[in-house]
T-cell receptor, first 117, second 111 residues
């Protein structure tokens, strides 16, 4: 079974530029998550999708971050404009449903490491 | 709210040493508890989990017991290997809610 695919692996941009990350979840997984992992911290949920609808975006900085999952499969996370404090690893995860995560094959991708200079 | 506290790292051990990484939590209700591992350059992988009090999760020689009375879920391994070098995250999830992760503990095992 293929895992959660993310691209790019690394990205370096200057502050105030824009950047986009892509995620393709495991086939058939209805729920998709984006996390931000700042160096030295645990991952923090940014947004959760169930199919193509948003379930939870309470911790997404909506003034600069946006995400979409138009066809209920792959997803894009965008930052515009980027700030220095956005430097982090952005992890995508997917699960078969949105129940208790650990019970339903919750799987993380390898992440995109963003450096804002 | 829900939160997870882990012992600060980095933890440096010699090969075959005994490992303990402490984890305590604060949560309402009866959360499920997890340990995730992150190897360099990779995503998080589920190491083990426990869904109710007194459950013991185990995998690859690691184990952790869900202790409700002490709100703890300490990770242990009797004999670590160089290949165990990674960052370990304790996490909890209440039913229907997403993960809350601890800050992670970096383990380095020296040959």
């Amino acid at each position: 079974e293929a895992g959660v695919a993310q691209s790019p692996r690394y990205k370096i941009i200057e502050k105030r530029q824009s950047v986009a990350f892509w995620c393709n979840p495991i086939s058939g997984h209805a729920t998709l998550y984006w996390y931000q992992q700042i160096l030295g911290q645990g991952p923090k949920l940014l947004i959760q999708f169930q199919n193509n609808g948003v379930v939870d975006d309470s911790q997404l900085p909506k003034d600069r971050f946006s995400a979409e999952r138009l066809k209920g499969v792959d997803s894009t996370l965008k930052i515009q404009p980027a700030k220095l404090e956005d430097s982090a690893v952005y992890l995508c995860a997917s699960s078969a449903n949105s129940g208790t995560p650990g019970h339903y094959g919750y799987t993380f991708g390898s992440g995109t490491r963003l450096t804002v200079v | 709210g829900n939160s997870v506290t882990q012992m600060e790292g980095p933890v440096t051990l010699s090969e075959e040493a005994f490992l303990t990484i402490n984890c305590t939590y604060t949560a309402t209700g009866y959360p499920s508890l997890f340990w995730y591992v992150q190897y360099p350059g990779e995503g998080l992988q589920l190491l083990l989990k426990a869904t109710k009090a007194d459950d013991k999760g185990s995998n690859k020689g690691f184990e952790a017991t869900y202790r409700k009375e002490t709100t703890s879920f300490h990770l242990e391994k009797g004999s670590v290997q160089v290949s165990d070098s990674a960052v370990y995250f304790c996490a909890l999830s209440n039913y229907g809610q997403n993960f809350v992760f601890g800050p992670g503990t970096r383990l380095s095992v020296l040959p």
